[in-house]
């Protein structure tokens, strides 16, 4: 089975600057996709970013980028600039796109944007 | 407008009562899920489904029931209703780029 970790259950960063939210994951699987999502305090889940395993260059979007590192089962999320509108719960999580396509969550991470 | 309708939003129960929460989606998709979420532990996989008429379970199972008889709508079931079961509750159905999730159903049970 596969698991996903986030070991910072919250973080803060002043407006403009850079942050980076760590995830490392567990699994034998060679193909399979990794995502980070954002659940802001309206409760709505957003889809933030994808990787497809078999990609080495890793992906971004706008403000947003992954280190994904995938010999050390690491998968990284920067995001640049800061805004307060990034004030969020951020989660982490892994899907092989066999047996269901199921997605497998890390426990998420806090992220606080001060003015 | 496309994407996945969860109703009701939210719902206090007593121990012992039943519901069941509707999961509807108008994109077409063939697999849906049910997830909880709960502090500290992120989303965990309760029942899924891969079609129209087949379920299959997920990471905590136990105490829920589902039915996919159609293949938009995607019903969660509570027969009995615990404490444990206080939680959020997200249906999702897949897309090619990975889910798209309804906006939850804060579900209390005292």
């Known amino acids: 089975a596969q698991t ?7 973080m803060s960063v002043q407006e403009a600057e850079t942050v ?3 995830c490392t994951y567990d699994t034998s699987e060679s193909n399979y996709y990794l995502f980070w999502y954002k659940q802001p305090p309206s ?3 957003i889809l933030v970013i994808r990787q497809e395993a078999y990609k080495q260059q890793n992906a971004t979007e706008n403000r947003f980028s992954v280190n994904f590192q995938k010999a050390a089962k690491s998968f990284s999320l920067k ?5 307060l509108g990034d004030t969020a719960m ?6 092989k796109p066999t047996s269901g396509s199921r997605l497998t969550f890390g426990e998420g991470t ?4 001060n003015p | 407008n496309a994407g996945v309708t969860q109703t009701p939003k939210f719902r206090v129960l007593k121990t012992g009562q039943s519901m069941t929460l509707l999961c509807a989606q108008d994109m077409n998709h063939e697999y849906m899920y049910w997830y909880r979420q709960d502090p500290g532990m992120g989303l965990r996989l309760i029942h899924y489904s ?3 008429g087949t379920t299959a379970k997920g990471e905590v199972p136990d105490g829920y029931n589902v039915s996919r ?4 709508n995607f019903l969660l079931g509570l027969e009995s209703a615990a404490p444990s079961q206080t939680s959020v509750y997200f249906c999702a159905s897949r897309t090619v780029y990975g889910y798209t999730f309804g906006s939850g159903t804060r579900l209390t049970v005292v």
Do not use: H, N, W
């Open chain 1, 110 to 113: 806090q992220l606080t944007v």
């Open chain 2, 69 to 72: 008889l159609k293949k938009q």
């Open chain 1, 4 to 10: 996903v970790t986030q070991s910072q259950p919250e």
């Open chain 1, 43 to 45: 409760r709505q889940m």
């Open chain 1, 79 to 83: 995001i640049s600039d800061s805004q």
């Open chain 1, 90 to 95: 951020y989660f982490c999580a892994f899907m």
């Open chain 1, 20 to 22: 980076t939210l760590s």
């Open chain 2, 50 to 52: 891969v079609g129209e």
